[in-house]
């Protein structure tokens, strides 16, 4: 009885990763949203504190868009280095550079700040970014703005990856930021959005008074501005942005204990997800790392050759991982990626037992 019960739930196991497979696959293969050719006037608006050597780092890629009007907002949120007085002194050199400098903060986090900020930019669309962002190309912010919807004010969600170095810890980190784009594009291609990265996202100031309601709600807790910012788009189209001229890249951590810091920190914006969200999630990570599991008791049972869904479910992955990494341009992790998946049987469930410890409570 108890082989025949870990035999369903292998199967049941596999069946739910091959769902999973072709939900990513049909995503992957899809042809990029069409858009529309006008730009409008735009506000890029960057949140920072304590981000003096970013700021002399990547300001001027900022300021060197190729775009017709626009605006460059940098809110200094209350910052303690010299980012005040390099600001101050930018500003005189670029017009279209607009420090806001925030100096009544009582929350950890950036919701405080960005409830402030936004109503005070010139323009209706709202490019989103971090200090640390590096944009791919001077094309970024009119291929942003050209994946919006057609009529009408929505949200575009743009990829976040990682500068490539030669190491492991590199490796996983941009393939960890891989798979969690796979998710949260192809959920929105499902018209079941949940998040998006705050270094790259464009929306338009009717979402954003949707949404801040429910961030001001939340202000005490100092992660989830983003999630909350998708969630409250849901009555607004969204659309995916994947070409590569629109990618904003940003440094990765240096060690594995600053990694986990940072993931904890995003794992604890999972409470503002929907529940059918969650359940999604849920089930992904499920079968993820419970395959693997009763396969390889499966191998000691009466039915052996049921551990082969397992190598299957690889070879099958295989595919979708080779168009998915094709389509976000991180083709060079295709030769580490079967230890990355084996290294993630061991890294998730650590995780777990990370986020179950006390919610992280820092911004900067």
Not at 306 to 315: C, N, S, T, Y
Request: aromatic share 16%.
């Amino acid at each position: 009885m108890m082989w025949i019960a870990l035999s369903a739930l292998a199967f049941i196991f596999f069946g739910l990763q091959m769902g999973f497979a072709y939900r990513f696959y049909q995503w992957a293969k899809a042809p990029q949203t069409k858009g529309c050719e006008q730009l409008p006037p735009l506000s890029i608006v960057v949140l920072a504190r304590n981000e003096g050597a970013n700021l002399q780092k990547n300001l001027r890629k900022l300021l060197a868009q190729d775009y017709p009007i626009y605006e460059l907002v940098w809110v200094d949120d209350d910052s303690s280095d010299q980012s005040p007085a390099i600001l101050a002194q930018l500003a005189q050199e670029s017009p279209q550079l607009r420090p806001l400098f925030y100096r009544e903060k009582k929350y950890l986090g950036k919701k405080e700040a960005l409830l402030w900020a936004i109503p005070q930019t010139k323009y209706d669309w709202i490019l989103l970014t971090d200090a640390d962002g590096q944009p791919a190309s001077p094309l970024w912010a009119k291929k942003m703005m050209q994946a919006r919807p057609e009529n009408g004010p929505g949200l575009v969600l743009g990829f976040g990856p990682y500068l490539p170095e030669n190491s492991w810890l590199n490796s996983w980190i941009r393939y960890e930021t891989a798979l969690v784009a796979l998710q949260y594009f192809s959920a929105a291609h499902y018209n079941q959005a949940y998040m998006g990265v705050g270094r790259n996202l464009l929306y338009h100031k009717k979402v954003f008074e949707a949404a801040a309601p429910a961030l001001a709600a939340s202000i005490n807790t100092p992660s989830g501005d983003d999630d909350i910012l998708v969630s409250a788009a849901q009555n607004f189209p969204i659309h995916n942005c994947l070409d590569p001229k629109a990618f904003v890249y940003s440094a990765p951590k240096k060690t594995w204990r600053s990694l986990f810091r940072q993931k904890r920190r995003h794992y604890s914006s999972s409470e503002f997800y929907q529940n059918t969200t969650k359940w999604m999630l849920a089930l992904w990570s499920a079968s993820f790392l419970g395959l693997p599991f009763f396969c390889l008791a499966l191998c000691f049972g009466p039915f052996p050759y049921l551990a082969l869904l397992w190598p299957l479910r690889i070879l099958i992955f295989y595919r979708v991982w080779q168009k998915t990494l094709l389509t976000l341009e991180q083709e060079d992790l295709w030769s580490q990626l079967f230890w990355t998946e084996l290294f993630a049987l061991l890294y998730y469930p650590f995780m777990a037992l990370q986020f179950l410890r006390k919610k992280p409570s820092y911004w900067k």
